[in-house]
Every structure is written in structure tokens, then in C-alpha cells.
């Protein structure tokens, strides 16, 4: 399988970028291309980046089922063509890449990290990069082995219609994986709701600058090092417990993301990726799982966490 027999049309690669003839205009999500585009960048000239990679590769392996990154590798082996959706700097990319030799790996981003990823690891021989919308990823039906959409999928215009196609893109005997965010209680739903529609009018320092203010936030209450006791108020979603106070509020109410070793900048670029993307849907269990049967899909793993679900399907 060469590169552009994965395309269904014609594609230039330079190097380790590759250009579609039909390249789309990216007129649809404009407002959360931008905010990913700045935030990459910033993120890109971070020097915690390997805290935050470390962390997402444990992560990776117990949202997909996978016991230990050997247990990875083995899987991933067994594929051809491995196909990175929603990419960012392409740091997964290219774990899989390492992992899997002789496996063709295709990062895509709708963001201009698709390019600084492309420039980060030209040393990888296998490893491509493509900058487009993994709605319409110009992909032959049937020609991936392994799709991985990992905290993606709900930033798309429609996730519904994404799903389908990186379905229809997977092999008939590939697999499929696909991460969501979970919806929170109700107060933290509806401020999340209600400041996106604002969202889309805030320029890039203002926001920027909330999510500092978040980390703040975080970090003082995270700091007071206080356990209450909560009753479940279930008409408001919130589940009842013994709760370190941050953590109760950031559930509950307000995303006020702070973590020790990641430090300020990377913990300001958590709460910027939250509240900076108009688009960000959020998914009951159940509405979730109604996505993976509309599509004819069969479960090999299935994840839950407060967070969000996931899990790897086949067709
Ligand atoms: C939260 S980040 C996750 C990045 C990466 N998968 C990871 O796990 O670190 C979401 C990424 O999805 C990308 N994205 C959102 N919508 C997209 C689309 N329609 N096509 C391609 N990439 C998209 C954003 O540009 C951003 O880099």
C-alpha cells in the first residue's frame, strides 16, 4: 500500500506533508481551528511538554484497553495503515509511528499544528502529516486499519456525521477508536453552554487571560487542601461523596483546571482548550452508545470516566 492508494484522490507529499488537490476552505469550524492553531503554538514552545505527553500516553492506554504500551504495540503491528485524527502537535502520531515501523501512520489536524507537527518529527520515516477536516479526510472508503480520534471528535461541526465517515474510512476488519466528553451536572453544563455562545465574539488574549484567572482559581482552592461532604442533589446531576473542594467545584460548577507538576502554562492551556472551542458537545452514556449502534459498530472496549467515554469498535 503506497501512500496515495489510501487517497482517493490526487495528493503532493513533501517530505513528510502531505497537500490534497481538494484542500476545503476550513470556512465551517473557522472559530475553533483558530483557537487550536494559537493554543498549539503556544503549547509547542512549552518546556513541560513532556509531563503532558506522558501523562496522555497512560491516559491512551486505559481509555482504549490496552494494559501496557507493549500491549499497544503489538496491536498496532497488526495494522497497515494507522490514521491519527484531530492530531494537534502529533505527539501520539508519532508514539504509534515508533511503535509500529512498518505501519504507515497519517496524522491529520484541522489546525496549523498539522504543520508544526510535520516540521517536530521529519525523522520519522513512516510518520505523514496532513493539514484538513477529518469529516472529509479524502481517505478511500475502507482503507484505515486503525483509526484513533482521541479528544476530538465533539470539536467537529457535526460529530454525528464525522463518526460516520472515519467509520466508513476504517477497514473492514479495523478498528475504530473514538473518545467524547462526558456531560457534568447541570450548573457546570449550563455555564459551559451558556459561555460558548459567547465564546466565538471573545478575542484570543481575553480569553487567554480567563483561563489564567481560572488556573488561579484552581490553584488557591486546590491549595486550601479542604474534604467536604456532599449529598447527591440529583436533579442537579450532582453526585454525592466526600470530595476535595476543587475538585467538587470543577465537577460541579466551573472548570478551574490546576495541576502541581504541570505547572501554571500548561494547566492555563488546559482551561484555554476547554472554554476557548465553540464547539465542544458533550454526551450521556447512552446517547453515546445510540452514536456507536447507529453506525452498525460492535464494542471491543468500552471506557467510562467522570470526564468522558470511550472505547475501541469494529464493524
Ligand atoms: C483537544 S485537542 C486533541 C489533540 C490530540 N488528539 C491529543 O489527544 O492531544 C483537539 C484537536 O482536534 C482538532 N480538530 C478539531 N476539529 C477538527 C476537524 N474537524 N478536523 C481535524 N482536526 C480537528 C483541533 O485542531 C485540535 O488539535
Avoid at 12 to 17: I, Q
Avoid at 93 to 100: E, G, R, T, V, Y
Avoid at 291 to 301: A, E, F
Wanted: charged content about 30%; some cysteine.
Amino acid at each position: 500500500m503506497t501512500i496515495q492508494e489510501i487517497f482517493s484522490s490526487e495528493i503532493k507529499v513533501e517530505k513528510n506533508y502531505i497537500f490534497r488537490s481538494e484542500d476545503s476552505a476550513f470556512e465551517n469550524q473557522g472559530h475553533t481551528n483558530d483557537v487550536f492553531s494559537d493554543k498549539w503554538e503556544k503549547v509547542d514552545e512549552m518546556d513541560k511538554t513532556d509531563k503532558l505527553y506522558e501523562f496522555q500516553f497512560e491516559w491512551y492506554l486505559k481509555l482504549y484497553g490496552f494494559d501496557t504500551e507493549e500491549d499497544l504495540k503489538k496491536f498496532l503491528q497488526t495494522k497497515k495503515v494507522i490514521f491519527d485524527a484531530g492530531c494537534g502537535l502529533g505527539y501520539k502520531a508519532a508514539w504509534f509511528a515508533k511503535l509500529a515501523p512498518n505501519s504507515i501512520v497519517i496524522g491529520m489536524d484541522y489546525s496549523d499544528a498539522a504543520g508544526i507537527a510535520a516540521k517536530n518529527y521529519a525523522d520519522i520515516p513512516n510518520l505523514y502529516f496532513v493539514k484538513g477536516d477529518i469529516a472529509d479526510t479524502g481517505f478511500r472508503p475502507g482503507s484505515i486499519d486503525y483509526v484513533s480520534c482521541d479528544q476530538v471528535i465533539m470539536h467537529t461541526e457535526h460529530p454525528h456525521k464525522t463518526f460516520a465517515h472515519l467509520t466508513e474510512v476504517t477497514t473492514p476488519d479495523g478498528e475504530f477508536a473514538c473518545y467524547v466528553y462526558a456531560k457534568k451536572a447541570l450548573p457546570r453544563e449550563l455555564l459551559d453552554d451558556h459561555f460558548r455562545i459567547a465564546t466565538k465574539d471573545m478575542s484570543s488574549e481575553d480569553l487567554w487571560e480567563m483561563s489564567r484567572q481560572l488556573t488561579q482559581l484552581g490553584k488557591t482552592l486546590s491549595d486550601l487542601k479542604i474534604n467536604i461532604d456532599v449529598p447527591d442533589i440529583p436533579l442537579l446531576g450532582i453526585k454525592g461523596g466526600e470530595y476535595d473542594i476543587q475538585r467538587f467545584i470543577y465537577w460541579n460548577f466551573i472548570k478551574c483546571f490546576w495541576k502541581e507538576d504541570w505547572g501554571t502554562e500548561l494547566s492555563d492551556a488546559t482551561n484555554f482548550d476547554w472554554y476557548s472551542p465553540s464547539n465542544a458537545k458533550r454526551y450521556s452514556e447512552g446517547e453515546y452508545r445510540s452514536m456507536i449502534s447507529d453506525n452498525n459498530l460492535t464494542i471491543k472496549h468500552f471506557h467510562k470516566e467522570e470526564a468522558c467515554y470511550s472505547g475501541r469498535f469494529g464493524k
